[in-house]
């Protein structure tokens, strides 16, 4: 089953994303902040993880550094609300979509089904695509 960790510290936007991913037919699981995340993700790896950027303690940012040495499989979808994400974040390796506040749904699914196209492709590359771990992150970085 496909399955997408949201990570919001607003526990009314997890519940909403929740639901709506839930009735696409997506395996749910939420976290209120980074750390926890990243422990959960631990335990059972998810394809997206759909994070919030601003939060307390540390941000979506680290998060999606944390995900990409850890779990280079995992498609990142980052939320914010500021407006304009600066050139330098928005190519981040492995970062797919960014999505702004307030959500609109169609949005919200689409980023996740993109993320789930690239979770599949980086898996069919996999560790036989490259020798090496180092070598599976570069081939990824460069989707």
């Not at 926890?36 to 059972?44: G, R, V």
Request: net charge negative; hydrophobic share 50%.
């Amino acid at each position: 089953m496909n399955s997408v960790m949201i990570v919001d510290d607003e526990s009314a936007i997890r519940v909403v994303l929740a639901r709506w991913l839930a009735a696409e037919g997506y395996e749910i699981r939420e976290a209120p902040d980074a750390e926890t995340a990243l422990d959960e993700l631990a335990k059972s790896t998810a394809d997206v993880v759909l994070c919030d950027v601003e939060m307390p303690g540390q941000g979506g940012l680290w998060l999606a550094a944390q995900l990409r040495e850890r779990f280079p499989a995992t498609a990142i979808v980052l939320a914010t609300a500021v407006d304009s994400i600066p050139p330098t974040t928005s190519f981040k390796p492995g970062i797919i979509e960014y999505l702004v506040k307030p959500f609109a749904r169609d949005l919200v699914l689409s980023a996740v089904v993109h993320g789930m196209e690239w979770h599949a492709a980086a898996l069919a590359r996999g560790p036989a695509a490259t020798d090496n771990e180092e070598g599976l992150k570069k081939w990824l970085a460069n989707d």
